[in-house]
């Protein structure tokens, strides 16, 4: 089934998109639809070109998503807040037979981009001319950009097929209902915006509440104010929702369950939230390539939500390689990148390798960090992830990464950041390792106290910019035992 007729038949809503321009029935949101995709059609686009969009969170993403599928055309989400550079190379790379922009967005110099408005003026009517028979499930149906520590993003290929059994699964995963009402402040050019902005409230549906920008307060107020049921996002969104002004329990009675994936997914911030949302809190696990490849049910053992990254649905399979790298597979997972070389890299005998390492017992999966965060000492192989469980373990951090600092004698040492507003020193980290039985060599040898860690656009640590601060101009610092 085409992604379009997935959406169209979702039960119709007085309002199903609220975003800061206002409220959207489905009536009006098919009338938008209806009206992109004539003003594509004139311009001789159909089934299998890109069209590629910039557009801000809104109401104007879920119709572009929806228009190039309504007649068969691929579409290229590209982030609103993208720079010039990671704009061109994605264009030069998809080769769009449009691009569409915002005007409230600034011009690319050199990129030739037709604004929505313009665009929708250009059709003589709101009918399409030709009505495309649904896409078939193999048929292209997104190219997404990855967003990665090193190197260049990689164009990431999804069909109608991948997305339509993806929500399809995570529907019956989370329980949701017409009745549920989603508040989503992810970018839509991003995997988790397109699932839970785009695709599974329409297909469940149920409202969508989007949040172009992440104000806590605001968010507070739109949760009380539309009855929100349901999130997504990293825990620092429900951290600073928590911390904000005027939070009240009180304000928050309506949420019933949340989703965490990404940095700082720990233990004690799932209880936390639970015991000061009164919701249900469970980790999640996926990327651009296979997204949400693991989840837990809402009604699954409390210790499984927190405890690991959940478990596989459907016919999605797990299984760990021989050095530890999670490999997954199943009907979402996308079915290549842009490169060819990269595909043949990455996608292996109908498996996708994560560059995640990770355990699997009875199925429940267990991240534990990435093939790139192994820290070698003197031959050792130290996890990154296991250094910071220890780290975040103490009263004291908030949160913490760890990175590998280059080092004459030993290769790498271990070299950690630290969320600690009280203060947390070299020796004192010495000590709460030593008291936990850790290994001396994978005890870190420099710490560096710091506001908050830097993330990428997914809610994943930014290592590279970290690494790059391992050094100040004086090659030495006060968290160093150099």
Same mark, same amino acid.
């Given at each position: 089934m085409g992604l379009d007729k997935l959406l169209s038949g979702a039960p119709a809503r007085d309002v199903l998109v609220l975003d800061a321009s206002g409220r959207f029935s489905s009536a009006d949101v098919e009338d938008r639809v209806r009206a992109v995709a004539a003003a594509l059609e004139v311009r001789g686009i159909g089934p299998g070109d890109r069209v590629a969009f910039r557009l801000p969170v809104g109401v104007d993403s879920v119709v572009a998503y929806r228009a190039c599928w309504r007649i068969g055309a691929v579409a290229v989400a590209l982030h609103p807040a993208a720079g010039s550079h990671d704009l061109k190379q994605a264009l030069a790379l998809t080769g769009p037979a449009v691009t569409i922009t915002a005007r409230e967005l600034p011009p690319v110099?050199?990129?030739?981009?037709?604004?929505?408005?313009?665009?929708?003026?250009?059709?003589?009517?709101t009918t399409t001319r030709r009505y495309c028979e649904p896409a078939a499930d193999g048929a292209d149906a997104v190219v997404m950009f990855t967003s990665g520590s090193t190197g260049a993003a990689r164009g990431v290929i999804h069909t109608h097929g991948s997305l339509a059994y993806k929500i399809a699964q995570l529907t019956e995963a989370h329980g949701l209902t017409p009745d549920d009402c989603a508040l989503v402040p992810s970018p839509l050019a991003h995997v988790a915006g397109l699932l839970h902005g785009v695709l599974m409230p329409g297909a469940a549906g149920m409202k969508t509440v989007l949040m172009p920008r992440w104000y806590p307060e605001a968010a507070l107020?739109?949760?009380e104010q539309e009855s929100v049921t349901y999130m997504v996002g990293p825990p620092t969104l429900f951290t600073t929702l928590m911390d904000c002004d005027g939070f009240d329990p009180a304000r928050t009675a309506t949420l019933r369950m949340i989703s965490c994936g990404g940095a700082g997914v720990t233990p004690a911030f799932c209880r936390r939230a639970a @015991? !000061?949302?009164g919701v249900v809190v469970k980790r999640s696990y996926g990327s651009t390539?296979?997204?949400?490849?693991a989840t837990s049910r809402f009604d699954d053992p409390t210790d499984k939500m927190i405890l690991t990254d959940g478990r596989a649905f459907g016919d999605a399979r797990l299984r760990v390689a021989d050095d530890g790298e999670l490999w997954v597979s199943g009907p979402e997972v996308a079915r290549g990148y842009l490169d060819p070389a990269d595909t043949r890299t990455a996608f292996v005998d109908g498996w996708f390798r994560t560059g995640d390492? @990770? !355990?699997?017992e009875d199925g429940w999966v267990t991240v534990t960090g990435r093939l790139g965060d192994r820290i070698i000492r003197s031959g050792e192989n130290i996890s990154a992830t296991e250094v910071e469980q220890h780290l975040e373990a103490h009263p004291a951090v908030l949160a913490a990464a760890a990175v590998a600092e280059p080092d004459d004698r030993l290769g790498e040492r271990v070299a950690a950041f630290v969320v600690a507003p009280g203060g947390f020193d070299l020796t004192a980290c010495r000590e709460w390792f030593a008291q936990r039985g850790a290994a001396r060599f994978i005890t870190p040898e420099r710490i560096e106290v710091v506001e908050e860690l830097p993330v990428l656009a997914s809610g994943k640590v930014d290592r590279m910019k970290l690494q790059a601060r391992l050094t100040d101009p004086s090659g030495r610092s006060a968290g160093s035992d150099r």
């Open positions: 110099p050199g990129v030739d981009a037709v604004g929505l408005d313009e665009l929708t003026a250009a059709a003589s009517d107020a739109l949760i @015991a !000061t949302l390539e296979a997204p949400t490849i390492l @990770a !355990t699997v």
